[in-house]
Structure formats: structure tokens, C-alpha cells
């Protein structure tokens, strides 16, 4: 029994009484009495805490100190009387259904004594014991809360109460009770046992990212950090001989916990409760069961577990998701779709995390699946991953964590998509947190539990518990896999025990994609940084850092060197594949796949940073070709703007990223920005002219390209331009890291920019400039009519995407196309075209009519797509298939858009 005594405050009421917000389960207001007019009386309870998800029974026992009339005591829960409080009705979307709080045993006096006994039904507010349906996620945080059940007799104002949580689950923490929890543990922790609290970094938000280390002693983690986590990537086949000798003693490895998605909420508070035990415990008993099903309990022995294991618990990589109890991050990104892109600060900081940390194995909490499900996953398989020595634990551990799971809960089964379903949960994109992880040589498992409730809590406890003791027990063999995995970066192998893991739709084995190569991997990629080579040095220079940031090697020239018919000059970039994640630098440069002939894919496989971002890298299969003549880089010196001749006025380039973001900072700064109408000498149409002060303010801050204006070309005046984001968030981000000023209605704006549909039709047919990205926009103006003659097609069917980055062909001498050449590739997320323009509509881009236009992606029956139209503009209309804001990735494609916003003034 938890037993209660509260004096009566007012304030206590008050401030109890505004925790329930929405306006069903607000409590009613009462009449008080000051604490010298009021008698308080001891309250006591079965259990103090109520849970949204398991309908409870909780015993009440109180004492007024005399024999009261029972049917005149009044019962409320939160100031409310308890036959007011309703479960949630869905139909009427209100808190009007069916009886929450009931008695199940009435109010009943114990003999002759004055104690008062009754037992009260708290039954489930949703009417599931699951709740993680989107539409009921949104609706518990609000009712979250500590709240006063009370007994009351207003004649006599006599009251007895006490204090009860009710919870989604007993065990869910609210973003600010996370680090309170982590300090408190922390204080509880074993004596002598190594914890460090050092958060990762921040969020958009600033919430910083809880991120705790616990070892046997500083000294083991010393040793790790400090010795082996840069040998073992520097010089693997050494660190193997040490191995094998038996000469690396009492060594470590890490072991990663993750979170990504928060709403996906006992991930979150399975990794509280993991680092609870293993901080605060000797030993963690658990069932599970042996090779003939038959159930067996465990007890894994913490200190000895920690002999070999380093936890790491990084209790959500989206701080401000668990804050706003949201899927996504403050900029509305998956960041579990962003682990490659790395366009969030959060994915940008787990990226250092990992490269610091390399673990042997990274287990990432999410939900909800009708079944319970652990990878690996399904073909097909990134070919940069060395798939045979990651299966080489990863098939093992998973059932260990699935029959932990299971034994220890009511569900009856897991399911392995390797082994269980055909193909529907691939690792073709690395850009999930597990599959990210697999480049750093990690055993990478996404688990997805059915419900968000207590029981799938405890799934994901025990799963983790069986994956820590997985990786200790089998330490030796997990680290020579991930030492196997470095030394054959390092040694530029291309081992073919990988080809049996990469199959075609019908299961056969391909290999990977080596075309006339002999080995998959060139010997390096080179990145130009002068301009006669580089159409972009600034996105050059992004990508080194983008490749430092997630611990590959880079090197730079000490001299000019010729390979083949090229001089590369000094200073020019290199990426020696020789190295221990050569897997992840060659996932972002190299083309990709066309992965078309599968039935199903979960997310985008694009990456190619290159001609996604827009950088020239070349590929080098000459062996030794730089040997010797580079140094190694540490640190980004990002080109400065050259001024070439003193001029009045001067044309900036439209031919950049930073180009946009420079005339955006004068345009808000009222500075005059003119944009030439046609071509000349020096400069094409869309180019700018500013004169030599607004250069001179803004040239350091912005890499441009700069030449002195003639004076002869025609030219426009610029308006800042107020621009309403219809569409999504990665839209607004976009818009916004591009400098262009956004407001909070269309009736504000003088551009709408659409990926999602929801535009004012009215707006739009009264002139207003209207630029649609994508199918939906697209589609919506179909619908709405506002194009005749205008159609689009898509092969998507029940899919929410078909992806491709293809060859297009560009219309020239245009300011919607300015920056751009006549062949470009360009990448298209929604499976769409133009399936009929109007009539004097002007076509910006189509497919190209080459049978190679595709490069590489996901489409399925893209041949539809060959020779059409992508892009138009019409009047105030202009409309892109092409996706130019998906995931902020397709950067390159940006100036299409800025390229709209200024040409419609």
C-alpha cells in the first residue's frame, strides 16, 4: 500500500486542476476553504499510478473521523467528479464516450469503525491498450499529468486526498523528466562503475542530445578511445595480428543504443531503464529460450558483460521530436531518412558521433509494426556494404534479441525480414540510423515493436538486454568481423564472398554492379578545386568537410600531378580508397544503381552527392596515382570570392547556391539587385548586377563568381520577394536557407511555392505567382483547372514514391533556367511527368530522348517517362516533376527554384 497525507491548499488545486487540457477533461471548479477552516484526513491508495494503456483496479481507503453519510461525499479526479470523466469518442472527437472512472467496489465503511473502503475502476481512456495510431499520439501528451483524487464532505469541509500519475504508461518520460531520470541514475549508480553524462550536441531547437557512456573503469575507455578506435581503423590488419596473438588484452567495444523517431515512445524509456540496470545492478535475469524452443532464463552478469563492453546510450537523436512529441525534427525532417544527407544539425552530430566511436554493433528503438520485427533486412543490399561479415553476427544476434523479446512478454513471435518476407524492408539506402551504422562496420538492427504501451516497453528492454550480451559473449569474433570490414577498405579489396548476398527480383546472384571493372572500388576519387575543372568549387569544398565530419580520409596535393590526359594542380582533393570506410565515401560518390525491377522499396536509394549537390569529382582506377604527392587534410579552408578587376558594377553569377543567397541578403537589406533579361558578353540572362559597395559587403561572407559589368545588357529591378510556403517543411528549409523571406499567409505573399497541393486556387486564377513542385502541386492544378490543356501522369500507383535522377535536356537562354547547360541531370521523387502542356506553354526541361537517360534510382516502368516534359511555366504558373526540395538533398536543383521565384517579378 502507497500511503499519502497532503494538507489542502489552494494552490495545490489550482495548479493541479489547469494539467488537463482539453475542455472534456477539465475539472469543475469548486468551493474552498482556507487550511484553518478546512480538515484534512489521511488518504491511502493501492498504487499511485494510473495508465492510459492497462485498465486498473486501485483500492482507496480514507478515515474523515466519523461516519459520514457515504452518498453525500463527493469523488473527483482532477477536480472533476468522476462520472464526468468520458474515453475518448473518435467519431465525435471529443472526450464523450463511455465511463472512464467507476467504481468498481462502491464506497463502504470497514465494520463499525469510521475507515471508508471502494475500489475505482480506471478503465482505458482510448479503448486500447495500444496507442500508437497517429491519430491517438497526438492526444495522450495532453493528458498526462499528476492529478487529486479526492473525497469531500462540503457540509462538514472535511476532505481527504492524495496524488495520482496518470500516465500513458507507467514508465513514459516527458522530455523534461529524461535528464532528471539520467542524474538520478546516475547517483545510484554501482560504486566504482564509469559513467560519463556528455551530451552529443544539440538540436535545432537547442535541447541538447542526452548521451551517456558507461564502462567497467575511465581507464578501459581511456584505452579504447585513445588507442584502439584509431588503430583499428588506421592499421586493422595490425590490430588483427594482435588479436590473434592474444597481445590486446582487456579491451572493449562499444555498444550503441539508439533512438531516432520519439513519438515512437518506448524506445525512449527502454534505454532509460536499460541504463538503469546495467548502471545500477550486478546482474539482469531474463528468459529466453534454447536451440529446441524451450524456455530458459538468463542471468547476464553485469561486471562481466562490462569486461568487454562499452555502453553507449544515446537516449534520442531528436530531442525536440520527444519535446513535441512529433516523428519529426523542429524542421519537419525524418531524421531517419537524413543520416546520409546529413542536411540536420542531429544527423550531422550522430555522423561525429559514430566516427569517434565506430561501435561494434548499434540497436535503434522504433515501433509500430503489426509484428515484431528485427533486422536485417530484405535484398537488395547496398553494394558498398560488406554484407557476408556483418551477416556474420548480425542473423544470430537478431533472433537472440527476438526470442528475449518474446519470452519475456505476451507477444508469441518475431519476424526477421531477411528470412521472413520476401522483399518490403531493404537497406538499399543508408540512410536509416541502423543501416548507417553497417558502413562503420556495426551489426546494424532496426527494431520495430507493435504497440505503444508497457508490453512493448519491455520488449525493447529485454532486447536489449540480450544484444549487450550477445556482443559480450562473442566479442572477439564481432571485432575481428569489423577489423575484416576495415582491412579490406584499407587493402582496396573487392572480396567476392559479398556477391552471394546481392541477388536480382528472382533471387539470383549478381554481384555487385562492376560493369568492365575488375574491382567495384576505384583506387580514388578526385575533387578539383580550380575552375577549369569544377563547375562548383564551394560544393567541392562542403563535400571534404561532409567527408572529415563522418571520419574518411582526405587528402590534398602537394604538387601538380598528371594522370592520363588531366593535370590535376596543386591543392586538388583526393579520396585514396584505400581506407577503412571506403564503403560509405564510395555510397556518396559513386553514381548509384537502377534498382527499377523490384516490386518494393522503403525509402530513396539516390545519394550521389555529386550531381545531387552539384560538384564535379572524377573517378581514378590507376593504381598508386597520387602516391606519395598529397598530405593529409584536417580541417576546410573554404575558398574566398575573387574580384578580378576594379569596375563600377559588376554581374554575379547565377551559378550557385551561394549566388541566391547573396542577392537575398541585399535584396533584404533594400540594396539594388538587377537581373539581366538577356545574354552579353561575360554573363548570361539570369545573371545579377550590383555595383562595387554591395560586393565589397558581401563578398567575404558568400564564395561568388564575379566579373565587371559593360553596362550593355538589359536588365529588370529585383524585389525581395514574400514568398508563402504552401507545402512541406523540407520546402520551407529550403526557402529559408536560401535567404528568401517567407510569410505566414498567401494573402501576404506575392509567391506561392506548393509540394503538396493546398494552394488558394482563387489566389492563383487572380494573378498571384504560383510554383509547384512535384506530383501533388502538379496534380492540384490539374484538379483546380487553372492550366486547360495541362496533364500530368505518374507511375507511383499505391507507392508514395518513384525515384530517378535522369539525363534532361534544358531550354537555353532562359532566366527560369539560368546557371544551367543544355544536358543536365536532374532527380525526380514522385514518379511524375508532364503529360500534356499547354498550349504556349513554354517546356524548361524534359527527359531526354537517349535510352540511357536513367541513371540510377527506384522507378519501375520509368521508359514512360523518355522524351517528356518536366517542367513549364505559364504565366504566373510555373511547375517542376521534378522534386527540387525532397529532403534538401538535390541541392544542385535549387536555382530552378530561386531561377522561378525571381523570373515571375
Not at 472527437?93 to 472512464?100: E, T
Request: some cysteine.
Amino acid at each position: 500500500m502507497l500511503k499519502r497525507s497532503f494538507l489542502v491548499m489552494i494552490t495545490f488545486l489550482l495548479s493541479f486542476s489547469l494539467l488537463i487540457a482539453p475542455a472534456q477533461a477539465a475539472g469543475t471548479a469548486v468551493e474552498t476553504k482556507t487550511a484553518a477552516e478546512t480538515k484534512a484526513f489521511e488518504i491511502t491508495v493501492s498504487n499511485s499510478k494510473v495508465s492510459m494503456t492497462e485498465a486498473r483496479d486501485i483500492e482507496v481507503t480514507l478515515d474523515l473521523g466519523y461516519r459520514a453519510d457515504l452518498s453525500k461525499l463527493q469523488w473527483t479526479f482532477g477536480n472533476k467528479p468522476l462520472d464526468q470523466w468520458k474515453k475518448w469518442d473518435a467519431s465525435a472527437k471529443a472526450y464523450s464516450g463511455d465511463p472512464y472512472i467507476t467504481f468498481k467496489e462502491a464506497p463502504a465503511y470497514v465494520g463499525s469503525t469510521t475507515q471508508v473502503k471502494a475500489t475505482i475502476h480506471f478503465d482505458l481512456l482510448y479503448g486500447t491498450n495500444d496507442v500508437s495510431p497517429r491519430s491517438l499520439r497526438v492526444l495522450y501528451p495532453a493528458m498526462i499529468g499528476n492529478y487529486s483524487l479526492a473525497v469531500k464532505d462540503a457540509e462538514k469541509g472535511i476532505e481527504a486526498n492524495t496524488s495520482l500519475k496518470l500516465n500513458v504508461y507507467d514508465e513514459y518520460l516527458a522530455w523534461d523528466e529524461i535528464k532528471p531520470a539520467i542524474d538520478k541514475i546516475q547517483k545510484e549508480a554501482k560504486k566504482g562503475r564509469y559513467i560519463s553524462y556528455e551530451p552529443l550536441g544539440k538540436s535545432v531547437e537547442g535541447r541538447p542530445m542526452h548521451f551517456v557512456v558507461l564502462g567497467k573503469d575511465k581507464a578501459s575507455v581511456d584505452q579504447y578511445l585513445k588507442e584502439i578506435a584509431k588503430q583499428k581503423k588506421d592499421n586493422p590488419l595490425e590490430m588483427k595480428k594482435k588479436l590473434a596473438s592474444g597481445k590486446l588484452k582487456n579491451y572493449k567495444v562499444p555498444v550503441w543504443i539508439n533512438n531516432i523517431h520519439p513519438d515512437e515512445a518506448p524506445g525512449v524509456d527502454a534505454i532509460v531503464e536499460l541504463y538503469r540496470m546495467f548502471a545500477t545492478q550486478d546482474q539482469a535475469a531474463y528468459k529466453t529460450t534454447d536451440a529446441q524452443g524451450r524456455e530458459k532464463t538468463v542471468t547476464l552478469n553485469v561486471n562481466k558483460a562490462l569486461d568487454n563492453v562499452i555502453l553507449l546510450f544515446n537516449f534520442t537523436q531528436n530531442p525536440d521530436g520527444r519535446a513535441h512529441n512529433t516523428r519529426r525534427n523542429a524542421n519537419d525532417f525524418d531524421l531517419n531518412r537524413d543520416n546520409t544527407y546529413q542536411t540536420q544539425i542531429e544527423t550531422q552530430t550522430l555522423a561525429r558521433g559514430l566516427g569517434k566511436w565506430s561501435p561494434i554493433s548499434l540497436i535503434d528503438f522504433h515501433g509500430f509494426y503489426k509484428e515484431f520485427v528485427i533486422e536485417p533486412c530484405t535484398p537488395p543490399h547496398n553494394p558498398n556494404y560488406e554484407y557476408d561479415l556483418l551477416m556474420d553476427g548480425m542473423l544470430e544476434n537478431a533472433h537472440e534479441m527476438g526470442k528475449a523479446g518474446i519470452a519475456n512478454t505476451k507477444y508469441d513471435s518475431y519476424l526477421i525480414p531477411l528470412e521472413d518476407w520476401p522483399n518490403k524492408f531493404d537497406d538499399a539506402t543508408p540512410s536509416y540510423t541502423s543501416t548507417f551504422a553497417m558502413f562503420h562496420g556495426a551489426m546494424g538492427h532496426t527494431v520495430e515493436i507493435p504497440d505503444l504501451n508497457a508490453e512493448s516497453y519491455k520488449a525493447l528492454v529485454h532486447t536489449g538486454l540480450a544484444a549487450v550480451k550477445y556482443a559480450a559473449d562473442n566479442k572477439n569474433e564481432l571485432f575481428r568481423n569489423q577489423l575484416d570490414i576495415y582491412s579490406r577498405g584499407v587493402l582496396g579489396e573487392d572480396d567476392r564472398s559479398v556477391d552471394k548476398w546481392l541477388v536480382d527480383p528472382a533471387g539470383e546472384e549478381i554481384g555487385r554492379p562492376r560493369a568492365k571493372n575488375e574491382n567495384f572500388f576505384p583506387e580514388y576519387y578526385v575533387l578539383p578545386i580550380n575552375k577549369e575543372l569544377q563547375k562548383n568549387s564551394f560544393e567541392a569544398h562542403k563535400m571534404v568537410e561532409y567527408l572529415l565530419r563522418n571520419d574518411i580520409k582526405v587528402e590534398k596535393l602537394s604538387k601538380a600531378v598528371k594522370v592520363g590526359k588531366v593535370t590535376y594542380p596543386a591543392g586538388t582533393y583526393v579520396v585514396n580508397m584505400h581506407q577503412a570506410l571506403r564503403g560509405f565515401a564510395n555510397a556518396v560518390l559513386f553514381k548509384g544503381e537502377d534498382l527499377s525491377g523490384w516490386e518494393e522499396m522503403y525509402a530513396e536509394v539516390v545519394n550521389n552527392f555529386p550531381d545531387l549537390r552539384g560538384f564535379t569529382v572524377n573517378e581514378i582506377r590507376a593504381a598508386n596515382a597520387f602516391r606519395g604527392k598529397t598530405t593529409p587534410v584536417k580541417s576546410v579552408a573554404f575558398p574566398k570570392t575573387d574580384v578580378p578587376s576594379k569596375a563600377d558594377y559588376y554581374v554575379l553569377k547565377n551559378s550557385s547556391n551561394e549566388a541566391v543567397k547573396a542577392v537575398n541578403a541585399l535584396l533584404s537589406q533594400n540594396k539594388t539587385v538587377q537581373q539581366l533579361t538577356a545574354g552579353g558578353k561575360g554573363y548570361a540572362a539570369g545573371d545579377f548586377v550590383i555595383d562595387k559597395a554591395d560586393l565589397a559587403k558581401i563578398q567575404n561572407k558568400y564564395y561568388l563568381s564575379v566579373t565587371a559589368y559593360d553596362k550593355k545588357g538589359k536588365t529588370k529591378k529585383l524585389v525581395q520577394p514574400k514568398i508563402f510556403n504552401a507545402g512541406s517543411g523540407q520546402s520551407k528549409f529550403v526557402l529559408k536557407e536560401l535567404g528568401f523571406t517567407l510569410v505566414d499567409s498567401s494573402a501576404k505573399a506575392n509567391v506561392i511555392v506548393d509540394d503538396a497541393g493546398t494552394a488558394d486556387k482563387a489566389e492563383i486564377s487572380a494573378g498571384k505567382d504560383y510554383i509547384g513542385l512535384g506530383y501533388s502541386a502538379l496534380d492540384f492544378v490539374k484538379k483546380s483547372s487553372l492550366l486547360p490543356g495541362f496533364d500530368v501522369a505518374t507511375t507511383t500507383g499505391s507507392r508514395a514514391y518513384h525515384e530517378g535522377l535522369v539525363w534532361t535536356d534544358v531550354a537555353p537562354n532562359s532566366i527560369f533556367t539560368s546557371g544551367y547547360v543544355k544536358q543536365e541531370k536532374l532527380y525526380i521523387a514522385t514518379g511524375s511527368w508532364i503529360k500534356s502542356v499547354p498550349e504556349g506553354a513554354s517546356v524548361l526541361a524534359r527527359v531526354s530522348g537517349n535510352n540511357s537517360f536513367f541513371i540510377s534510382g527506384w522507378w519501375p516502368k520509368h521508359e514512360a517517362i523518355k522524351g517528356q516534359a518536366i517542367a513549364i511555366t505559364k504565366g504566373n504558373i510555373t511547375l517542376f516533376a521534378n522534386d527540387i526540395t525532397n529532403k534538401a538533398h538535390p541541392q544542385y536543383s535549387y536555382r530552378l527554384l530561386s531561377n522561378s521565384i525571381y523570373g515571375g517579378q
